[in-house]
């Protein structure tokens, strides 16, 4: 794959296992894939198929086991403790709940975040935990402690705690699931905005089909095993269909799938699928097309008369 | 609010331990009351215990004399075992010798003047013609003593004799019974008591024996041995030992200290009841700081995986715990410090023990507070070792 060497992730055929002896379990079962500088790769699947194993293994918060392991230019197989350590400076965490330090105020959890790259003088680092937070909107709220900021804010901080070391890469883990639909939103327009205006590389795992939409690439995982796009749309569909009914009148919707037998409805994937295929990849400056696109795309093919009639 | 923002801008890097510790004002408050408490507890032991010491040996040191002979099965305080005088003739034999001086000792019945109670008091007779004891008032007042049924009082004697020292004048003396005899006090000195000898009267052989009618002039407790000028004092010893019949010990000074001392910490608990409630002052302490910085480490093991997560290092966050543990240990023993100072003077004005905060103790306390706040922080670091930072996910 052309410009492989110097993707942030790349992974091959990577395996991981839980457990010793009998109680030995395989949760990741040969992924391979390559992330490359600047995408945000949504990462989904149902629970227990791996996601978070494979964040914790790209974070370099697990050690690999078995497989080839590149983040940002480091060999992470074989690699020693505080190697690991090293990359995950580079990194930017965004975890499920924001695990701030309630201790401490808004701005001070930020320069935590700064601190740890080393790369901040300490005069600095009140200066630029306070830029961030203005960056994410909580400019008036930089001397809280976690326990005043609403669930959204903490997350918010959460984030410019991630982002403040300008990571070349962020991971989040499911960072809008404990938030309401606007502040998800919200935070996830912020992570893109920022990710944006850096080139900054983000691997999210989501539940979450709301925010599926900031996606340039989605990667679903099944027990542990990578799936194919179509694999993907297929077991997406509810999800789709969610997408859909929020563009469209709802009851329209259940009723064309309530009329479509599963075979139909494979193929009328298959040829949305095929469509995606024909869209020419954009490139850095391009322009996007992102899932809701796609939906878009299968929605018109679901809608066209002589399809459904076949 | 606006203060905490000021005092946040004057640090541009606030210690993580000290803002944990903060966060938790009530947890705060009692983990330094406890350590204040540990701290204070060792420091009136060890308080205690070397008044223990200080105050058992005051006659051996007050005394004036090179070379002490005293019966081979007593110690000075408890009731001393009598020795014929002959011994001291013969050491008056020796060339080493300058001269000597008998003491006689033994608790006579003190009848309170005020109250009529009666209480036991050492009664210590001695030449009253020889300067034999270094301690206040003495030396202006020893040959008083050549008087019939007079006595000096140790006016540091515990409060229970009455309030001689406070009310006896010159033209003015105090008069009361010891043994059932009528004496008068001819004047006061300054000795003070011991965990032996709740206070003193001085007095000369002649009267002590008037005291005690059954005692013989011949039977001693104590024998003074001065040495000619110039003649070394263990090797007098030496040679005494070996000249004398070994009826009778032939100690210096410093022996005579040093056989007191270990009699007190080792044949009698006292000594070890308060080595023991200094040690269990520590093991309180650590056991508190322990729960503290345990409770810390357990409520915090999110916040803490997050830190190992976003990339700080083990040390970082142990660094965290340590840090509260020594702002523990600061924390704890100044106020444990400030109260052991009160505790200290009234205790001493108290029982009149020889009770004195040194810088000594002082700073040995300080360093033991340390050593257990660290030993604690050590132990509750173990499951920050163990932490998993993959788990935050
Ligand atoms: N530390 C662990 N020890 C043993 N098994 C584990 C451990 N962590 C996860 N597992 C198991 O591995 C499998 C994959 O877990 P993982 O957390 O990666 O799933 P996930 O896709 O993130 O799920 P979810 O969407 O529910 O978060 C699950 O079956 C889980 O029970
Ligand atoms: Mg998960």
């Excluded at chain 1, 330090?101 to 701005?107: D, E, F, V």
């Excluded at chain 1, 893109?192 to 983000?202: P, V, Y």
């Excluded at chain 2, 002490?68 to 011994?87: E, G, K, N, W």
């Amino acid at each position: 794959m052309p410009g492989s060497a110097d993707a942030p992730v790349v992974v091959e055929n990577l395996n991981h296992y839980y457990g010793k002896g009998p109680l030995r379990r395989q949760i990741l079962h040969d992924v391979t894939t390559t992330i490359p500088a600047g995408e945000i790769v949504i990462v989904t699947g149902p629970s227990g198929s791996g996601k978070t194993t494979l964040l914790t293994l790209v974070g370099a918060l697990r050690a690999p086991q078995a497989g080839r392991l590149r983040v940002l230019g480091h060999q992470l197989d074989g690699a020693n403790r505080t190697a690991l350590e090293n990359v995950r400076r580079r990194i930017g965490f965004i975890f499920q709940s924001h695990n701030l330090l309630g201790a401490l105020s808004a701005s001070q959890n930020v320069q935590l975040g700064l601190r740890v790259t080393g790369r901040a003088a300490r005069v600095e680092l009140r200066r630029r935990a306070e830029a961030m937070l203005e960056a994410v909107g909580l400019a008036e709220h930089a001397h809280k402690r976690a326990e005043q900021l609403s669930g959204g804010q903490r997350q918010r901080v959460a984030i410019a705690r991630a982002l403040v070391g300008e990571p070349v890469m962020v991971l989040a883990d499911e960072p809008t699931a404990s938030l309401d639909k606007a502040s998800g939103r919200e935070v996830v327009d912020r992570m893109q905005s920022l990710a944006r205006e850096r080139g900054t590389t983000i691997l999210l795992v989501t539940h979450d089909n709301r925010i599926l939409d900031v996606a340039d690439r989605i990667l679903h995982l099944e027990d542990g095993r990578l799936a194919t796009f179509t694999d993907a749309v297929i077991a997406n569909t509810q999800q789709m269909m969610y997408l859909l009914a929020q563009n469209t009148d709802r009851q329209h919707v259940e009723q064309l799938v309530d009329a479509m037998d599963e075979t139909a409805f494979r193929s009328t994937l298959q040829g949305a699928d095929a469509a995606v295929a024909e869209i020419p990849r954009s490139d850095r400056d391009g322009e996007r097309r992102s899932l809701p696109e796609h939906a878009r795309a299968v929605a018109a093919r679901l809608y066209a008369p002589g399809r459904r009639a076949a | 609010m606006a203060a905490e923002r000021t005092w946040t801008r004057l640090l541009p890097s606030v210690p993580l331990g000290w803002l944990q510790l903060w966060h938790k004002p009530l947890r705060l408050t009692v983990a330094v009351a406890g350590i204040a408490f540990a701290v204070l507890l060792i420091l009136m032991q060890l308080g205690f215990r070397s008044a223990l010491f200080e105050s058992t040996l005051r006659f051996h040191e007050r005394f004036r004399y090179d070379i002490a002979l005293f019966s081979t099965d007593s110690v000075f305080i408890v009731r001393p075992a009598p020795f014929t005088i002959r011994r001291l003739y013969e050491a008056m034999g020796s060339p080493d010798v300058e001269s000597v001086s008998p003491v006689y000792i033994f608790p006579a019945t003190w009848k309170n003047p005020w109250t009529n109670a009666r209480r036991s008091i050492n009664a210590v007779g001695i030449d009253p013609t020889r300067n034999v004891l270094d301690t206040p008032g003495f030396a202006d007042t020893h040959s008083r003593l050549v008087g019939q049924d007079v006595v000096l009082f140790d006016r540091a004697s515990r409060p229970e004799f009455g309030p001689v020292g406070e009310s006896w004048r010159p033209d003015a003396p105090v008069s009361t019974e010891i043994n059932d005899r009528a004496v008068s006090v001819v004047g006061l000195v300054e000795i003070g008591p011991s965990f032996g000898i709740d206070g003193t009267v001085l007095t000369s052989v002649d009267n002590w024996l008037r005291l005690f009618p059954d005692r013989s002039r011949n039977q001693i407790q104590l024998g003074l041995v001065t040495l000619k000028p110039g003649v070394d004092a263990s090797d007098a010893r030496d040679r005494l030992r070996s000249y004398l019949p070994a009826d009778v010990l032939v100690m210096t000074k410093a022996d005579f200290a040093a056989r007191e001392k270990a009699y007190w910490n080792g044949a009698t608990p006292i000594g070890y009841v308060f080595a023991f409630g200094a040690i269990m002052g520590l093991v309180v302490g650590a056991i508190i700081v322990y729960q503290i910085l345990f409770a810390d480490v357990s409520e915090h093991l999110r916040e803490y995986a997050t830190l190992r997560a976003i990339g700080y290092r083990n040390r970082f966050v142990s660094g965290i715990v340590l840090q509260q543990a020594a702002i523990l240990a600061v924390l704890g023993y100044l106020p444990g410090m400030a109260a052991a100072w009160f505790l200290y003077r009234s205790a001493a004005h108290a029982t009149r023990l020889p009770l004195h905060l040194t810088t000594d103790r002082a700073l040995t306390v300080f360093v033991l507070t340390l050593v257990m706040c660290a030993l604690s922080g050590f132990l509750a670091l173990r499951k920050v070792r163990r932490l998993d930072p993959a788990e935050v996910f």
